[in-house]
């Protein structure tokens, strides 16, 4: 369980994800971990990968595998050849690991990975969503998806539904991010953030939080650290 958020400016991108791993079984649910990384670069390039759903892939955290040479290469060697054809290397990748442990799940989870950032070929940043939905009758599909200017996904996004394409106040507003500098688009997610624990805390429930990471990417690189 997750809340990922990202806002797309006219040269950066700003990812903001919490910091829970939680742990569900058919009697009890409880959180394992507090400062689990979600947000991850990729050395070389102006790239992260940000995820959502289940926690670990087969035996290994997700963090592992991510940051394992293998998908690290898929990214840095097709970067200049563009985001779809990196999408498609990472799911090459990846498919083989997500799938199994897909539908081996009890509670049919499933799996998303967001790839931001700037690519050579084309004239803005960009923003991927790539899910591996768990079907019935043991199917596991892959879906992928352009995000916008402002994104929100993991279980968090019921806190923010009604604010993702209204204006958050007087002075934060969708529509303003795209040309709007870095400064702007961080502090609308933290804003946003805030907005969606209330929501949170007024629910009586306990679906993200702990220590949430952020992640700045622009020409210069990536810039990740504490939000």
């Given at each position: 369980m997750t809340?990922?958020?990202?806002a797309r400016?006219?040269?950066?991108v700003?990812l903001?994800a919490?910091?829970?791993?939680i742990e569900?079984?058919e009697?009890?649910?409880?959180?394992?971990?507090r400062?689990?990384t979600?947000l991850?670069?990729?050395?070389?390039?102006p790239?992260?990968?940000g995820?959502f759903g289940v926690n670990?892939?087969g035996a290994?955290?997700v963090a592992?595998?991510?940051?394992?040479?293998?998908?690290q290469?898929?990214?840095?060697q097709?970067w200049r050849?563009?985001l779809?054809v990196t999408?498609?290397k990472?799911?090459?990748q990846?498919d083989?690991?997500v799938?199994?442990?897909l539908k081996?799940?009890?509670l049919r989870?499933?799996?998303g990975?967001?790839?931001?950032?700037?690519?050579p070929c084309?004239d803005?940043?960009?923003?991927?969503?790539?899910?591996?939905?768990?079907?019935?009758?043991?199917?596991?599909?892959v879906?992928?998806?352009?995000l916008?200017d402002?994104s929100?996904?993991g279980?968090?996004?019921?806190y923010?539904?009604?604010l993702v394409?209204?204006?958050l106040?007087?002075?934060?507003?969708?529509?303003?991010?795209?040309?709007?500098p870095p400064?702007?688009s961080?502090?609308?997610?933290?804003?946003?953030?805030?907005?969606?624990?209330?929501?949170?805390?007024?629910?009586?429930e306990?679906l993200?939080g702990?220590t949430r990471?952020?992640?700045l990417?622009?020409a210069?690189?990536?810039?990740?650290?504490e939000g």
């Amino acid at each position: 369980m997750t809340l990922i958020l990202g806002a797309r400016g006219r040269q950066h991108v700003v990812l903001m994800a919490d910091g829970f791993s939680i742990e569900i079984s058919e009697d009890k649910t409880r959180v394992a971990k507090r400062d689990l990384t979600k947000l991850f670069g990729v050395e070389g390039v102006p790239v992260v990968i940000g995820h959502f759903g289940v926690n670990r892939l087969g035996a290994l955290p997700v963090a592992d595998v991510i940051e394992q040479e293998a998908v690290q290469d898929a990214v840095q060697q097709s970067w200049r050849r563009g985001l779809n054809v990196t999408a498609a290397k990472v799911i090459a990748q990846l498919d083989a690991m997500v799938a199994p442990t897909l539908k081996s799940h009890p509670l049919r989870s499933n799996f998303g990975l967001w790839l931001a950032g700037l690519w050579p070929c084309t004239d803005i940043p960009e923003v991927i969503e790539i899910y591996w939905n768990n079907l019935p009758f043991n199917r596991v599909r892959v879906q992928m998806k352009s995000l916008g200017d402002l994104s929100v996904g993991g279980s968090g996004l019921k806190y923010l539904r009604d604010l993702v394409s209204k204006p958050l106040d007087g002075e934060y507003e969708m529509k303003k991010i795209f040309e709007s500098p870095p400064e702007y688009s961080m502090e609308y997610l933290k804003r946003l953030y805030d907005r969606a624990e209330k929501g949170q805390a007024k629910a009586k429930e306990e679906l993200f939080g702990g220590t949430r990471k952020m992640a700045l990417i622009t020409a210069d690189g990536v810039d990740l650290g504490e939000g």
